[in-house]
């Protein structure tokens, strides 16, 4: 696959400068970072150029879309809640969750005596088609799992497994699917490619809510 750099436009002024900007399927068990002292799977592993960095997290046991980037301008954009840039997640949770249980999610939970910022919440009608993963799922036996759409305009740590942990439904499986105007779309996990300057100007002017 061609790599190329691309030009990325600031949105705080009209000044442009050369970056790179790119999308990666984070596999599961990966670590969002080039470096690890225990020696477990890294960035490292499937990016092989300097001078990028994750905008924003992707934790170890979860998948999908992460943004890596070399304009600091941009990754702020991306990882700083008072831009509210969408985050959406496709979810499998143990039980299939009632309405009222959805309700809770899109209005709020509390964790840590703070209620989250209201989320976009729906039940999916079918298994969403995503590449097999590494490891198998543990289910439970005897419990039925769904799978839910999700998406978030805050950035707290692991706030999705927590969320969904705090309503009775333990998350199973995390894949993020987008990031703003990014999709994930057909790439495979451990692919990446660069993103559009069509995208990178969409990121910036991306309607806050």
């Known amino acids: 696959?061609?790599?190329?750099?691309?030009?990325?436009?600031?949105?705080l002024s009209s000044r442009e400068k050369i970056s790179?900007?790119?999308?990666?399927?984070?596999?599961?068990?990966v670590l969002p970072c080039f470096t690890d002292p225990n020696g477990r799977p890294?960035?490292?592993?499937?990016?092989?150029?300097?001078?990028?960095?994750?905008?924003?997290?992707?934790?170890?046991?979860?998948?999908?879309?992460?943004?890596?980037?070399?304009?600091g301008t941009l990754a702020h954009h991306v990882t700083d809640p008072q831009h509210k840039l969408p985050k959406l997640y496709l979810v499998q949770i143990e039980r299939f969750p009632s309405e009222e249980v959805l309700e809770r999610l899109r209005t709020g939970v509390m964790l840590n005596g703070k209620k989250t910022k209201?989320?976009?919440?729906?039940?999916?009608?079918?298994?969403?088609?995503?590449?097999?993963?590494p490891v198998p799922i543990r289910f439970r036996k005897n419990v039925p799992t769904a799978w839910v759409e999700i998406t978030l305009r805050e950035g707290l740590n692991r706030q999705v497994r927590r969320?969904?942990?705090?309503?009775?439904?333990?998350?199973?499986?995390?894949?993020?699917v987008a990031i703003g105007p990014v999709l994930l779309g057909d790439l495979l996990p451990g692919k990446w490619r660069d993103l559009t300057s069509r995208e990178i100007s969409q990121i910036y002017s991306a309607v806050c809510r």
């Open 1 to 11: 696959m061609p790599q190329r750099a691309l030009v990325s436009a600031s949105g």
């Open 20 to 29: 790179r900007t790119i999308a990666f399927n984070k596999p599961y068990g």
């Open 42 to 71: 890294t960035l490292a592993d499937y990016i092989d150029f300097p001078g990028v960095y994750a905008a924003g997290r992707l934790d170890l046991d979860s998948e999908g879309l992460l943004l890596l980037t070399s304009d």
């Open 118 to 133: 209201p989320a976009e919440v729906y039940l999916l009608p079918d298994d969403p088609q995503l590449p097999d993963r």
């Open 163 to 176: 969320i969904t942990a705090a309503v009775g439904h333990p998350t199973l499986r995390l894949v993020r």
